[in-house]
T-cell receptor
Framework: GAVVSQHPSRVICKSGTSVKIECRSLDFQATTMFWYRQFPKQSLMLMATSNEGSKATYEQGVEKDKFLINHASLTLSTLTVTSAHPEDSSFYIC????????????FGDGTRLSIL | RKEVEQDPGPFNVPEGATVAFNCTYS??????FFWYRQDCRKEPKLLMSVYSSGNEDGRFTAQLNRASQYISLLIRDSKLSDSATYLC??????????FGSGTKLNVKP
């Protein structure tokens, strides 16, 4: 069964709107979660690493004021795309690892964001 | 240079065929390797980890060649349901996972 839940799965909204995406770990605590973005026919690109109780770590080229990340609890991280524009339309996916060490990541279902 | 490179395909094969994908990685310090499967417009799902000794899971066999810095995935007796994009994933600190762009497989009846 799913170990990471992401919501909503689909968002369509007007340009200038801010959109919040939630990522929850189910039945385990995730001190670290990851946010990826995937454009059509391209690979997943890591946007930021979300750390519980501290600031997120953003990858080069990702605007932290544009993509606000909050990881307020051990089971929930949120990504807010502020003042979204059509070029922000993409597939956003979160992931988490169960425990530490040599473990793969488990992904949420993803959120398909379309900005009109 | 990309961290992980894959042939995007598509690989079009008939049912029952054997097909192999390769993936190369640039960082020799990479420590863990995985193959993920991604269906169209869905999230990636872990297919299998890749070990130096090679590992097999049913019709799927993964191999790692550290000297040449590549990993491979072999699928035997392809099924229609194997049609998907296969992502090669590499990590060297277990926090940053680097994804290949994926290899698309189409299995045809």
């Amino acid at each position: 069964g799913a170990v990471v839940s992401q919501h909503p799965s689909r968002v369509i909204c007007k340009s200038g709107t801010s959109v919040k995406i939630e990522c929850r770990s189910l039945d385990f605590q995730a001190t670290t979660m990851f946010w990826y973005r995937q454009f059509p026919k391209q690979s997943l690109m890591l946007m930021a690493t979300s750390n519980e109780g501290s600031k997120a770590t953003y990858e080069q080229g990702v605007e932290k004021d544009k993509f606000l990340i909050n990881h307020a609890s051990l089971t929930l991280s949120t990504l807010t795309v502020t003042s979204a524009h059509p070029e922000d339309s993409s597939f956003y996916i979160c992931s988490a690892r169960i425990g530490q060490g040599k473990l793969p990541q488990h992904f949420g279902d993803g959120t398909r964001l379309s900005i009109l | 240079r990309k961290e992980v490179e894959q042939d995007p395909g598509p690989f079009n094969v008939p049912e029952g065929a054997t097909v192999a994908f390769n993936c190369t990685y640039s960082n020799s310090a990479s420590q863990s390797f995985f193959w993920y499967r991604q269906d169209c417009r869905k999230e990636p799902k872990l297919l299998m980890s890749v070990y130096s000794s090679g590992n097999e899971d049913g019709r799927f066999t993964a191999q790692l060649n550290r000297a040449s810095q590549y990993i491979s995935l072999l699928i035997r007796d392809s099924k229609l349901s194997d049609s998907a994009t296969y992502l090669c994933v590499v990590t060297y600190n277990f926090n940053k996972f680097y994804f290949g762009s994926g290899t698309k497989l189409n299995v045809k009846p």
